[in-house]
């Protein structure tokens, strides 16, 4: 279902969600986003991924929100429990509650959309913003990179291993050992980099001007009018919420 | 007989003007949204952190990094721009290397000073800047402190640009100093976008400050201070080692460095064609 969409859209409404979100910034309102990002992440069977990921970046934030606003807020007035200077007051662990569920919106909304795109569709349609090509390029080299250079890394360490290094218990051993891969890890990409930077200006990559593709990006006239409407939606939010903090901004 | 040119046209000066337009409204964008969040703090404070500071904290700095992105890119050589991504995969890599071996450090920024002493401030600011929307595709939390990747990348080139490489016992002075500055540009992100800072050490810094009665932006950026400038002074450190450990023949590849003469010593001798 989702690969048929124009990443564009999906990319739109992500991030209309997340403005309409902060905007609202409500517990009901992040909480029904969050589900709602859950559930789609179930339909499109990204699932499993989605939560393993959220939940590395989320656990030890919510801890962090908890620890601090939980027991330490001073602008709190209902004192729930008190230790020596720490307090448990209803207003921090209200306050840490709205944080932790408005960031767990936003990361569970972007992961979403991050683990549903194709990369080379979402280069394609970038292509199609008039944005620099270079942009896409960092951006999907970047994502395609990465394992290669993990391998690599992996490589050299095995390379350094043969030739002796072992990691002792010492801060100094460690250093010495995080150098010994660094070097020649940083010294290849740095020299291969050289190499793909004379093959692509061979191929005219500095070019000004628009590019064509190879990648067939779908769009629709609705996908265009669901855009606009997303961002009206975005934007009527932000207005409503502006203009409440105005005229509420007296009494505060 | 008049058979069109098959070269490629050189891109003129209005695009050129164009872009350097787009720099500088970035540099605004982020430095206006900076001024706005700390004139407005208090008054936010008293209402309960009302949202209007969390959307001008990610709307601002959003648009200042994706402006100076679009501005700077186009105008960087081609042996850069094929660099930007390695050094990207680099902040991750060597982030995670450096997690694995067990010093207490998070440093998530050597790739993009990096280039920055390679390929100077503009250059280390659009790999700062791209470093953050590239890698919220894994971690979505660091999209919103693009700004403050953005501003280390332009300080480690601009220290890099006066000479401050060329001794490697000036390059964690620089470090330091661009600390300072980035832990209190990218304190409000923290406390208006998340409420606070991810990870046990800085929470509890931050708690520390807070049970004194400090307000939550005052709290983070002195937690902001007591880490950024150590980390920021490492992260450089270490750059620059890896930069003097790169052969001369490559680091001169690169116009920032011959011009400035970033890093001292003279250009290798030219083979002979």
Known sequence: MAPRLNPLTTLTAAAAVLVITTAASSWAVSLTVAAGAVLLAGVTGTARRVLLAASVILAPFW???????????????????????????AEGLGFAVDMGLRTSAFVLVLLLFSFCVRVPDLVAALAVLRLPPQFGYVLASTLMLAPVIAARLEKVRQAQESRGLVVGKGFGSRLGAVRLQMVPLVLGLVHDAGIRAQALDARGFRRAGTRTTYTQVRDSPAQRAFRILAVVLAAAAVAVRVAASLSGGGQA | MSQPSLTLPTPGQKAGRNRRLLEILGAAAIAGTFIYLVLTQPADIAGGLGSVSALVALGGFLLGAVLLIVGVLPTLPT??????????????????????????????????????????????????????????????TVL???????????????AARYGLFRRFYLAPIAGFVTGI???????????????????????????????????????????????DPMDKAIVFTIAALLVYALPRRTTFQFPFVRRFNVLAGKEPAKRNA
Do not use: C
């Open chain 2, 79 to 140: 042996s850069t721009v094929v660099l930007i991504p390695v050094a990207l995969v680099l902040n991750i890599v060597l982030g995670q290397l450096m997690g694995t071996s067990g010093l207490p450090f998070y440093l998530d920024s050597i790739g993009t000073v990096l280039i920055a002493v390679l390929a100077g401030p503009a250059a280390g600011a659009a790999t700062g800047a791209l470093s953050s929307i590239v890698w919220s595709f894994i971690n979505p």
């Open chain 2, 144 to 158: 919103p402190f693009a700004a403050g990747a953005a501003l280390i990348g332009f300080l480690a080139g601009t």
């Open chain 1, 63 to 89: 801890l962090s929100l908890l620890m601090m606003h939980g027991l330490f807020f001073p602008e709190g007035r209902t004192v729930l429990a008190s230790w020596g200077p720490a307090r448990i007051t």
């Open chain 2, 181 to 227: 500055v980035a832990g209190v540009v990218s304190a409000p992100i923290a406390a208006f976008v998340f409420g606070g800072t991810s990870g046990a050490g800085t929470g509890a810094i931050v708690s520390a400050f807070r049970a004194m009665g400090d307000t939550l932006l005052a709290a983070i950026t002195k937690q902001a201070l007591i880490s």
